[in-house]
T-cell receptor, first 112, second 113 residues
Framework: AQTVTQSQPEMSVQEAETVTLSCTYD???????LFWYKQPPSRQMILVIR??????QNATENRFSVNFQKAAKSFSLKISDSQLGDAAMYFC?????????FGTGTRLQVFP | EAQVTQNPRYLITVTGKKLTVTCSQN?????MSWYRQDPGLGLRQIYY???????DKGDVPEGYKVSRKEKRNFPLILESPSPNQTSLYFC????????????FGNGTRLTVT
């Protein structure tokens, strides 16, 4: 069975600095998709970034980028130039056909 | 506006009293799913549906029912709620292609006393 592990329950970063959130997963499939979702205090689930497993190039979305290491089954999220509005719970997720499996989340605090 | 609408946002009920949480999407998505979110456990899938009249169990289906009679609606039914079903629930949808990210509703905070 596929699993997704986020080993950092909480992280903190100073405003304007860079922070990396880690995520590892386990699967025997070769074709799948990975996602990072953000959940601010409003509890809305917001897509941050996604990565296709067959693409070697790491996805980027403005200040957000991933380090995708397929062989190591690692999918970390880097947030550059952190802003106060980045404070939220971040979930890593794996999708293969009909299942989307989430990690347990990392709560990110941003200090001024 | 494209959206997934869940109702109610908050619900407090007592053990054993049947309830339904509604979910509707206006994007003509084939795939719909229900999740529950609990502290330290992330989001866990309850049920999902690939299309009308097609539903399947997720990882934590016990105590829940769903139906998909129309493409846009996917209600979650708790026939006899228990306190261990106190949780934050999310409905989500996506096109049938599984490379598509999910669109989430705003969540339903359920408390069962």
């Amino acid at each position: 069975a596929q699993t997704v592990t986020q080993s950092q329950p909480e992280m903190s970063v100073q405003e304007a600095e860079t922070v990396t959130l880690s995520c590892t997963y386990d699967t025997s499939e070769s074709d799948y998709y990975l996602f990072w979702y953000k959940q601010p205090p409003s509890r809305q689930m917001i897509l941050v970034i996604r990565q296709e497993a067959y693409k070697q190039q790491n996805a980027t979305e403005n200040r957000f980028s991933v380090n995708f290491q397929k062989a190591a089954k690692s999918f970390s999220l880097k947030i550059s130039d952190s802003q106060l509005g980045d404070a939220a719970m971040y979930f890593c997720a794996y999708r293969n056909t009909d299942k989307l499996i989430f990690g347990t989340g990392t709560r990110l605090q941003v200090f001024p | 506006e494209a959206q997934v609408t869940q109702n109610p946002r908050y619900l407090i009920t007592v053990t054993g009293k049947k309830l339904t949480v509604t979910c509707s999407q206006n994007m003509n998505h084939e795939y719909m799913s229900w999740y529950r979110q609990d502290p330290g456990l992330g989001l866990r899938q309850i049920y999902y549906s690939m299309n009308v009249e097609v539903t399947d169990k997720g990882d934590v289906p016990e105590g829940y029912k769903v139906s998909r009679k129309e493409k846009r609606n996917f209600p979650l039914i708790l026939e006899s709620p228990s306190p261990n079903q106190t949780s934050l629930y999310f409905c989500a949808s996506s096109p049938g292609r599984w490379n598509s990210p999910l669109h989430f509703g705003n969540g339903t905070r359920l408390t069962v006393t």
